[in-house]
């Protein structure tokens, strides 16, 4: 019955090709934007813009660099490195404290069969235990939180910087994503929301590139208005896919998120 099918109908055998092989690309997307929301978590739309960022600026495809990832929590970026082909040291000042974290990365990182790539270390931004080490340090939404542990320290975002600094090799990449303060109606939803107890540091975007002075050469980004706005991530998907639009229009300042790519 198939070999009369191959044989005699050549059409309908081209056609029921092209259905498998449409079928095999949009179940091979899924299966990419699953990947892609495990990494991300949050705002999905606009935060895996640093993705197609990032990859603009290095190829970081098979390349085993020696990465670091800073407040890494449950490690989504690490996988990112690893799933690429790269060796990574998964980190987070608050492992030690919160083990439950640690687990959650571990989790992660075994379901896409990473784990062998991948180290775990308790690494504190302002006192990074390496000299000369690190091709990448990559972080998402870390640098604006070191203040909350350490509060009341002077200039404590440019000290993890320093600090990053110095634990990559010459010509080492930083690639980070982090919260802007973006306008007034973001800055007052987020007072809200954390009932005004919220000691996060919202860059403003033109602070972002002062704070990489010692570095040769800084690009950035900035994207995202409504997203933040949502209450569950199918609202922020839904908003997420507004931004893709009013971005052409928002003020760069005015945008939430600012993404970045750092050389040494
Ligand atoms: C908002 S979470 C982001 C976690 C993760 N990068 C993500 O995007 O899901 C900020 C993380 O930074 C970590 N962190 C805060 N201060 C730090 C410091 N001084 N050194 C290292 N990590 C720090 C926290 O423990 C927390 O896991």
Redesign the pocket.
């Known amino acids: 019955m198939q070999m009369c099918f191959k044989n005699n109908n050549p059409l309908r055998h081209c056609v029921l090709k092209k259905i498998i092989t449409f079928t095999k690309i949009k179940y091979y997307h899924k299966m990419e934007q699953s990947i892609i929301n495990d990494i991300?978590?949050?705002d999905v739309v606009n935060?895996s813009k640093s993705f197609s960022f990032w990859e603009k600026n290095i190829d970081i495809k098979n390349k085993n660099y020696n990465c670091l990832?800073?407040?890494?929590?449950?490690?989504?970026?690490s996988l990112w490195l690893a799933l690429n082909g790269n060796q990574v040291v998964c980190?987070?000042?608050?492992?030690d404290k919160?083990p439950q974290?640690l687990v959650k990365a571990k989790q992660l990182h075994e379901k896409y069969n990473c784990q062998d790539k991948i180290t775990y270390q308790c690494?504190?931004?302002?006192d990074i235990p390496y000299e000369n080490e690190f091709d990448i340090v990559i972080?998402?939404?870390?640098l604006?939180?070191?203040?909350?542990?350490?509060m009341g320290e002077p200039n404590?975002e440019s000290r993890?910087v320093e600090q990053i600094y110095k634990c990559l090799k010459p010509d080492g990449k930083i690639l980070f994503?982090e919260n802007c303060s973006a306008t007034f109606v973001h800055n007052f939803a987020r007072r809200v929301k954390y009932k005004f107890d919220n000691d996060?540091n919202y860059f403003k975007l033109k602070e972002i590139k002062p704070l990489f002075s010692d570095f040769k050469r800084i690009e950035t980004k900035s994207v995202g208005f409504l997203g933040t706005f949502g209450r569950s991530e199918r609202q922020r998907h839904f908003l997420g896919k507004i931004d893709n639009v009013l971005e052409n229009v928002i003020p760069k300042k005015n945008r939430y998120i600012v993404i970045g790519y750092v050389e040494k």
């Open positions: 991300i978590t949050w935060w990832e800073i407040g890494a929590r449950q490690g989504g970026l980190s987070d000042i608050g492992y919160k974290e690494i504190n931004a302002l972080m998402k939404s870390t604006g939180g070191v203040r909350q542990f350490f404590i993890a994503i996060w």
